[in-house]
């Protein structure tokens, strides 16, 4: 009895030893192993954030790369063009904007003449009965309204004194007379109204048939100076055997006196229409250093926008491409556009 139970307290104590031999060696292989473990996956954490820290340097640099190339991007965009200005200051510039769309070109012929006094509006005043001139009271360029003195005169068989006056509103364009000189039949002085005048064009005889009266006519002095609109009112059926040319005649609007008689001029007779679906007004189009090119009202300012032109007549200009219809176009004015544009890109050069 008490060997076996000696047997059996040897037993438990022999297993209770190995046990604890058993705890304090598996501390030391985890740890062991923990030790391993941190040391293999520090070392792999420390290779993924070094991989990581080049995926993100990549990543930075192509993101800078991509910030850059949107940047480049925008610029060739167009709005790099784009001009901001204030309504002061377009309003200062004379800006005229307007929508493109469709418009009528005219075909026309071009011709070259001279103005000249309406004759159906000169007058030649001259005294009622002869006599001594006893005064002048005017001069040639003198403007003078209808019953306006211009002269007295001393009859000759009644020796009263009498008064010559103006026959019209005009100007005073000749004077024949001085005071102490006899008045007969011949013409004291030469009144014009010129608030109308002709415009006399040379027509070569093979363009006869293409000008008739009723077609509309635009003038321009030949030093690109005054433009006006008149009608072709008669032509000539003869021609002179000087120049071997027609005449054609056009009347026009001359109340503020910019056509002063003896002017050469250069003219387009309308002679032929045809229907543009897409045009803006000659002013709009400008040269730039892109190419040819309209400035566009939108959101970003007033863009250059470069379009390819079609057929011109002075005034409208047909638009192929670079343009939708209905978009806001600068006409008069988009030169000083254009000039404040080259400006702006010598301020950037420096």
């Known amino acids: 009895m008490n060997t076996s139970t000696l047997t059996i307290a040897a037993a438990v104590l022999t297993s209770l030893v190995l046990t604890a031999c058993g705890r304090n060696d598996t501390p030391a292989v985890a740890a062991e192993s923990a030790e391993a473990d941190e040391h293999g996956h520090s070392g792999h954490a420390h290779q993924e954030s070094n991989e990581s820290d080049g995926h993100e340097e990549a990543g930075h640099s192509e993101g800078d790369r991509h910030e850059d190339g949107e940047h480049g991007h925008a610029e060739e965009g167009g709005h790099a063009d784009a001009l901001k200005l204030s309504p002061e200051a377009r309003k200062a510039a004379g800006l005229v904007i307007a929508p493109a769309g469709p418009a009528t070109l005219t075909e026309a012929l071009p011709l070259y003449g001279v103005v000249k006094p309406n004759a159906e509006r000169v007058r030649s005043v001259t005294a009622r009965f002869p006599g001594v001139v006893r005064s002048v009271s005017v001069k040639i360029g003198d403007s003078v309204r209808q019953g306006q003195p211009l002269a007295t005169v001393e009859s000759n068989e009644s020796l009263q004194v009498y008064t010559v006056s103006s026959p019209q509103l005009g100007v005073v364009t000749e004077r024949f007379t001085n005071p102490g000189e006899q008045a007969e039949s011949q013409p004291l002085f030469t009144v014009a109204d010129l608030s109308t005048v002709w415009v006399e064009l040379s027509l070569f005889p093979r ?36 120049t071997q040319s027609l005449t054609a005649r056009v ?11 003896g002017l050469y001029v250069q003219a387009e007779v309308a002679i032929g229409e045809s229907q543009l679906a897409l045009a803006v007004p000659a002013a709009a189009v400008q040269e730039l250093e892109d190419g040819t090119s309209v400035f566009v009202n939108d959101a970003d300012g007033l863009e250059a926008r470069v379009v390819k032109t079609g057929r011109s007549d002075g005034r409208v200009v047909e ?13 008069e004015g988009s030169f000083v556009l254009k000039a404040e544009l080259g400006k702006g890109e010598a301020e950037d050069e420096h």
């Open 251 to 261: 009347q026009l609007d001359n109340a503020d006196g910019r056509w002063s008689p």
């Open 319 to 331: 638009i192929l491409e670079g343009l939708k219809a209905g978009e806001p176009v600068v006409g």
């Open 207 to 242: 363009d006869r048939g293409r000008v008739k009266p009723g077609q509309s006519v635009r003038v321009q002095t030949a030093d690109a100076g005054p433009m006006g609109e008149g009608r072709i009112v008669f032509v000539s059926p003869l021609s002179s055997s000087a």
